[in-house]
């Protein structure tokens, strides 16, 4: 449906379950560097958020400052993104099960 959102127009739908799914295997390098930069924020904010502001502030400059061209990644920050996409596929593979569900009533 066509609306005007903030002063400009713009098109409202609704999300299928397939918009909902993260497609990891049909990723380019460059869009799986740019999700896993994504999901690594969420899980940082969420931890650096438990924390104290001064252990916050410590933790998150030895992070910035960890920064490598390769590969190599905290072990704790990479399960962290796993177990997000994980949380993730789960959540959408029960939202399929109850669309179904709903769609057979």
Same mark, same amino acid.
Do not use: N
């Given at each position: 449906?066509?609306?005007?959102?903030?002063?400009?127009?713009?098109?409202?739908?609704?999300?299928?379950?397939?918009?909902?799914?993260?497609?990891?295997? $049909?990723?380019?390098? +460059?869009?799986?560097? !740019?999700?896993?930069?994504?999901?690594?924020?969420?899980?940082?904010?969420?931890?650096?958020?438990?924390?104290?502001?001064?252990?916050? $502030? $410590?933790?998150?400059?030895?992070?910035?400052?960890? +920064?490598?061209?390769?590969?190599?990644?905290?072990?704790?920050?990479?399960?962290?993104?796993?177990?997000?996409?994980?949380?993730?596929?789960?959540?959408?593979?029960?939202?399929?099960?109850?669309?179904?569900?709903? !769609?057979?009533?």
């Amino acid at each position: 449906m066509a609306a005007r959102l903030f002063g400009r127009s713009v098109v409202v739908r609704e999300l299928l379950p397939q918009d909902l799914k993260l497609e990891m295997d $049909k990723l380019t390098c +460059k869009e799986a560097t !740019a999700a896993a930069r994504l999901l690594a924020g969420i899980v940082g904010k969420a931890h650096a958020g438990q924390m104290e502001p001064s252990v916050s $502030k $410590k933790w998150r400059e030895q992070v910035i400052g960890h +920064k490598s061209k390769d590969l190599a990644a905290p072990s704790w920050l990479w399960s962290s993104v796993v177990d997000l996409i994980a949380s993730h596929e789960i959540a959408y593979l029960d939202h399929c099960r109850r669309y179904a569900l709903a !769609a057979g009533t």
